[in-house]
Structures are given as structure tokens and as C-alpha cells.
């Protein structure tokens, strides 16, 4: 089964040898928003205008995305009117997180290890135990970013996540963000998807911007 958007955000953030979360906070609603862009690509979720809407409750047959699933059904359900995903990525991101070191954890790519930082504060780290599927999504990466070449639709999509939370680093670290900023726009909006993905890329981008300046300036 393939290695999910969230996931793919979550292997880049764990660092290697630690097991700690790099930049929790923007990875966190990273990986919210690629729970909803896959269900997006899937056919089960709809963005426009800023808003979200289930289009289809039918299982994909992938356990992350149909445990999310029932959860933004839910939830949307009880709304007035089709919520912001900004709403969502802020309810969700930590409990996305959650959930996805769960997949990662049921997948057998990384282990957890609790412990306590002087003695007293409990801490989690989540260990690579297979590095295989994070070596090829960085080769992947590169590929697409610092080699030019074309884009497919899941890639082109975890690009986008990454770039609408700065998350540059974590996707190329020791590069200066300038040196892969413009590449990683240019992918984020080009003609790679069908129109309502691309639709729902670019809202996705826009809402985790917005997030990402309300908690910075809060």
C-alpha cells in the first residue's frame, strides 16, 4: 500500500537518529492537509471558496484516510454551512499527527520509544526502523525540484503542502530556502491535475498561510 501524503510529511519531519518531531507545529497541519487533499483525490472530499464538503463516505481502502474520513463527515455534518478548512486544520493537526505515527508505527517504518527529559517530563520519539520509503520520497523530491523533472500528481501535491507551511527544510535541508522556494511554487500551481484538485491545492496552500500567520503573530 502506498505511503500516504501525511505519512510522506511525517517521515520527513522524524529525524533520523532521534526520533523527534521537527517543527510540530506546521507539520502538524501539513499532514492535516494531506489527509484532506488525498480524500480530495480520492473523490471524497471537495474544497472551493475556502470551505470543505464530503462528497462520498464510501471507504478507500487505505485505514488512515477511512478513519479521517467519518471524523470530517461528522463533523461537517453539524455545521450550518460547509466549514473552512482552516477550521478543520486547526481542530485536526495534532490529532493528524497522532494518527499518522500510528500508520507509520502499523506500516513498521518507525518504532516509539518513551522516555523523560530530566526525570520528569514524559517525551515520545518515534525511531526509523525501515528508512527505504523516506530515501526514495527524498529521491523523489529531488527529482522534481532540484532536477526539474515532471511532475505526478502525488508528488507535485506533498510539494505543495510542504511550500504552503515552509516547511523547505525539512523537504531539503541544508539548502537555503531561496534556492527552492520559486521551483516549489512554480510546481505548487502548475497544470499537473485535474481542476478540482488544483482547486484544491491551491485553498489548501492559502489555509495553512493563514494558520500558519494567526499562530506566528498570536
Do not use: C, N, Y
Not at 477511512?66 to 481542530?91: F, G, N, Q, Y
Not at 518515534?126 to 527524498?138: I, N, S, Y
Not at 532540484?146 to 500528481?153: H, I, M, S, T, Y
Request: no cysteine; proline share 6%.
Amino acid at each position: 500500500m502506498p505511503v500516504t501524503l501525511a505519512e510522506e510529511v511525517m517521515l520527513l519531519s522524524l529525524d533520523d537518529e532521534s526520533g523527534a518531531v521537527k517543527e510540530r507545529q506546521a507539520v502538524g497541519w501539513a499532514v492535516a492537509g494531506g489527509v484532506v487533499l488525498e480524500l480530495v483525490m480520492a473523490g471524497r472530499l471537495s474544497v472551493d471558496g475556502g470551505r470543505m464538503t464530503v462528497a462520498d463516505t464510501a471507504p478507500t481502502g487505505v485505514p488512515l484516510l477511512d478513519e479521517r474520513l467519518p471524523l470530517i463527515a461528522s463533523w461537517t455534518a453539524r455545521r450550518r454551512r460547509p466549514p473552512k478548512v482552516t477550521e478543520w486544520l486547526t481542530k485536526d493537526h495534532d490529532k493528524a499527527v497522532a494518527a499518522t505515527v500510528a500508520s507509520l508505527r502499523a506500516r513498521g517504518l518507525v518504532s516509539e520509544e518513551q522516555r523523560r527529559v530530566l526525570g520528569v517530563v514524559p517525551v515520545r520519539r518515534f525511531p526509523q526502523v525501515d528508512d527505504a520509503p523516506e530515501r526514495e520520497l527524498r529521491a523523489r523530491l529531488a527529482a522534481l525540484v532540484l532536477r526539474g523533472a515532471e511532475p505526478d500528481d502525488r508528488t507535485a501535491g506533498l510539494v505543495a503542502l510542504l511550500h504552503g507551511a515552509r516547511l523547505h527544510g525539512l523537504a531539503f535541508p541544508g539548502l537555503p530556502r531561496k534556492e527552492v522556494s520559486a521551483r516549489m511554487k512554480e510546481i505548487a500551481q502548475g497544470q499537473w491535475a485535474g481542476e478540482s484538485v488544483r482547486t484544491a491545492v491551491k485553498e489548501m496552500q492559502a489555509a495553512m498561510v493563514a494558520v500558519i500567520m494567526v499562530t506566528t503573530h498570536s
